[in-house]
């Protein structure tokens, strides 16, 4: 079948592929690369793929593809589902004979309520959906294959066995050469990685089990199956030379040094290609497996801090001790690597002394830039059917973002309101990065690094113009 594979209009700005760990708009604009269309794509002959709110490709630029093809596929979140659904009926009215299908978290959990939600929608590929889109794809009957739920000829909901899950990562082809092939590199910014940038995954999965993290609990799961090393570093030489200008390349593995002789392995190898690279990890690596990565080209650590109180830690079962974590953090500064700390505000257990706790912590260790975003109960997670159970889900706000694709605090809690989740968000970052030494540091960088200056002048003016519009989100929830 000629297959589009579409990650659809929506929210000026939003990004919700795979590799956003919250589907929102973020404070500067931020877009990963759809690598959850791109593997299907990549199974898929003759396919295409379109990234369309990084190519501010608008409905009416889309629409026209209907016709072309004969399966369109899409990847879909809790808070763009509307939205993509809405997208989905305007392909069909285009081309009513185009089967229409849903990958992604929401669907993998939600099969029933999204194909009963929205009739306009022929089928959805539940948890790991590589194969069983293929499978649509090259035209074999539906009842026939795994991890599918779909609406067969009289309108009834079927859903077929589950999917054995991959355990061959080495099966999956490249999905750079479909990045090369469909998309325009220069097009994805991430505020804390060089640019530009191409990000991949080595492996799925996520030993750890924090209540709140959304893949490993809907599709990767909580076993790490990783691609070997050789395929791993074959993929990277294909980047290298095919990206031209490339600056850096980001392991987007939940958590890449869940296996430690194995990020060894990759690292020594990506040093004999002389690569810069940056990846997920956990605040707890090792200071020896940390200097054989730096030796190996890692730049950069995207670490999940969460909190900086460690009864909330405990909370969300994030196995992480706080001690350790600042070992960790010291290790990574005497040894250059550079970390972006991400933070969430508003889980269980938090009050408003909590809130400050986190805040002093992150200025205490001093990761090099901070994200910080709002707790996010989506289905699926231990977290969602925690705060349904507790009462502390907001019902009337579980799109998690608000009309114009900025974070919403769906959570509170008798004693720490929405008003003041949502609100902490703005004073951590205040706090965080209008003090002296911040300022100064991020000063120094932008002298020495005129392509830098540029970069931060214009995520600053981004920045500025993302609190006006959580202060209007703000209001607006108030008032409603």
């Keep these: 079948m000629r297959t589009l594979f579409l990650q659809a209009p929506s929210f000026d700005g939003f990004d919700g592929g795979a590799g956003s760990r919250y589907q929102a708009r973020r404070e500067i604009k931020s877009f990963w690369f759809p690598t959850w269309l791109a593997q299907p794509a990549a199974l898929v002959e003759g396919s295409k793929l379109v990234d369309a709110p990084p190519h501010r490709q608008s409905l009416a630029d889309v629409l026209p593809m209907a016709r072309q093809h004969d399966l369109a596929v899409l990847h879909t979140s809790t808070p763009s589902f509307a939205s993509d659904v809405k997208v989905a009926a305007a392909l069909k009215a285009g081309n009513p004979a185009l089967k229409i299908g849903l990958i992604g978290a929401k669907v993998a959990v939600q099969a029933e309520e999204s194909l009963r939600d929205a009739p306009v929608i022929d089928f959805v590929a539940r948890n790991e959906f590589d194969f069983t889109v293929k499978d649509v794809a090259d035209g074999q009957t539906w009842a026939g294959i795994k991890g599918l739920s779909y609406r067969n000829a009289e309108g009834v909901i079927v859903h077929n066995a589950d999917r054995p899950v991959l355990e061959d990562m080495d099966r999956l082809p490249f999905v750079s050469p479909i990045y090369r092939r469909d998309l325009d590199y220069q097009k994805y ?5 060089k640019h530009p940038y191409v990000s991949i995954y080595t492996g799925r999965g996520c030993k750890s089990r924090c209540t709140f993290c959304l893949w490993p609990q809907t599709v990767g799961g909580h076993r790490y199956r990783t691609r070997s090393v050789g395929n791993v570093i074959e993929e990277i030489r294909y980047i290298r030379d095919n990206f031209p200008g490339l600056k850096e390349i980001f392991f987007d593995d939940d958590t890449f040094t869940d296996d430690l002789p194995r990020a060894e392995a990759i690292a020594r190898e990506m040093g004999k290609l002389g690569v810069t690279w ?13 200097k054989v990565l730096k030796d190996g080209g890692l730049r950069l650590l995207l670490v999940g801090y969460e909190s900086g109180n460690q009864q909330i830690l405990h909370n969300i079962k994030k196995g992480m001790r706080i001690e350790v974590a600042k070992r960790f953090t010291k290790d990574c500064h005497e040894l250059g690597i550079a970390i972006h700390g991400t933070f969430i505000l508003g889980l269980p257990g938090e009050t408003k002394e909590t809130i400050q706790e986190t805040i002093r912590f992150a200025i205490e260790t001093n990761p090099h830039t901070v994200q910080v975003s709002l707790a996010a109960p989506y289905p699926g997670t231990f977290l969602f059917d925690q705060a349904q159970r507790e009462g502390w889900l907001d019902t009337a706000h579980t799109e998690y973002v608000d009309a114009h694709g900025v974070q919403i605090a769906p959570l509170a809690y008798p004693h720490l309101s929405h008003t003041e989740i949502f ?11 209008f003090r002296a030494p911040k300022i100064a540091s991020i000063c120094g960088e932008m002298i020495r690094d005129r392509q830098m200056l540029v970069r931060r002048l214009r995520e600053g003016v981004e920045f500025f113009h993302f609190l006006r519009e959580r202060k209007t989100a703000g209001a607006e929830r108030t008032a409603a």
């Design 278 to 290: 940056s990846c997920n990890a956990k605040a707890n690596v090792p200071r020896e497996t940390l």
């Design 189 to 193: 910014f991430i505020g804390y990685l």
């Design 423 to 433: 609100d902490s968000v703005e004073a951590f970052y205040r706090k965080f990065y």
